[in-house]
């Protein structure tokens, strides 16, 4: 793995605090939901994907209830990015969205632009019956109206600072680490 050449400023979370903190979420998510077996997890690519399914396999511990769980690229529904000019296609999903109740998971929230784009993709594959948003880290600096209902850690930040989750399944450990940019 290559080194960061960015100031490390903290770690924020660690293996053990990431655990409990998405054992929480997926407690927070049980209360929310009624009909767990209306529920799907839908992670954002590449992040989001790995928490999804840490937290689908927390729920089936607590719950015994296998939630579905999707990928979701939204790269191509960006609005901060170029894109071709071609429409983007319908995400494909395992599961039909329609009808449903759509947790949205990501790593970290920010501007809200990769939530957007999310909820763009999200719709063009059916019409949910709600759409929920569940982040490891809400770092603030919203440039839309929009808020996760299920947060793991606050971590306010300065422009001049960037969250950065590592992941075992993508980075070979877990840690959330706080640098300078």
Known sequence: MASIVKN??????EKDAIRRTLARISHE?????????????????????PIAERIKKFIFSYEGISIDTGVLDISD??????????????PKFAFNVVGRDIV????????????????EALIKAGRPKSIQLAVLIDRGHREL?????????N???????????????????????????
Do not use: C, H, Q
């Not at 529904?77 to 983007?88: G, H, Q």
């Not at 109206?145 to 850690?153: F, H, I, N, S």
């Not at 971590?155 to 959330?176: A, H, M, W, Y």
């Open 8 to 13: 490390v400023k903290g770690v924020m979370l």
């Open 29 to 49: 998510i049980i209360e929310k939901n009624e009909n767990l077996s209306n529920v799907a997890l839908v992670g954002i690519m590449t992040r989001g994907v």
């Open 77 to 90: 529904f960006r609005d901060d990015m170029m894109k071709s000019v071609s429409k983007p296609d319908s």
């Open 104 to 119: 949205l998971v990501d790593d970290v929230l920010f501007t809200g632009r990769t939530v957007r784009a999310g909820i």
């Open 145 to 153: 109206p929009l808020r996760a209902d299920y947060v793991g850690k």
């Open 155 to 181: 971590i306010p930040t300065s422009r001049n600072e960037e969250i950065k989750v590592f992941l075992e399944e993508t980075d070979g450990k877990d840690e959330v680490i706080l640098l300078e940019k």
